[in-house]
């Protein structure tokens, strides 16, 4: 059993920053690439940014330059440095990571959400 338990989200205003937290747990043998989504309210949900084993990172076109993921292989736990944040930023952001577990199976796990709001 892998679970993925994400913190930090929160309510801000424009400009300011906030960092979310992801944190994998449970028969995990190997976690491959992490990320963050988001789905705003009516939306399809979008990739945020990626962080593969090699710690190569991806960002959406809309968020480079003001985020920052990263991740700690020790603690298995993906972060999200979120900066000069605006309205548009508001969303469910979700983590994802694709993890091989004890049984070697390989999948795709998701965090439970959490709400990002921010205000003009």
């Given amino acids: 059993q892998v679970q993925l338990v994400e913190s930090g989200g929160g309510l801000v205003q424009a ?3 906030l960092r979310l937290s992801c944190a994998a747990s449970g028969s995990i043998f190997t ?3 992490m990320a963050w989504y988001r789905q705003a309210p009516g939306k399809q949900r979008e990739l945020v ?3 593969n084993s090699g710690s ?6 809309s968020v480079k330059g003001r985020f920052t993921i990263s991740r700690d292989n020790a603690k298995n736990t ?3 440095q979120m900066d000069s944040l605006k309205p548009e930023d508001t969303a469910v952001y979700y983590c ?3 993890i091989r577990s004890s049984s070697l199976f390989t999948r795709d796990y998701w965090g439970q959400g959490a709400q990002v709001t921010v205000s003009a």
Avoid at 56 to 61: G, K, S, V
Wanted: proline share 0%; hydrophobic share 35%; charged share 20%.
């Fill in 96 to 98: 994802n990571a694709n």
């Fill in 78 to 80: 993906v972060y999200l």
């Fill in 15 to 17: 400009g300011g920053s």
């Fill in 56 to 61: 190569d990172t991806r960002y959406a076109d």
């Fill in 49 to 51: 940014a990626r962080v």
């Fill in 31 to 33: 976690i491959n690439s």
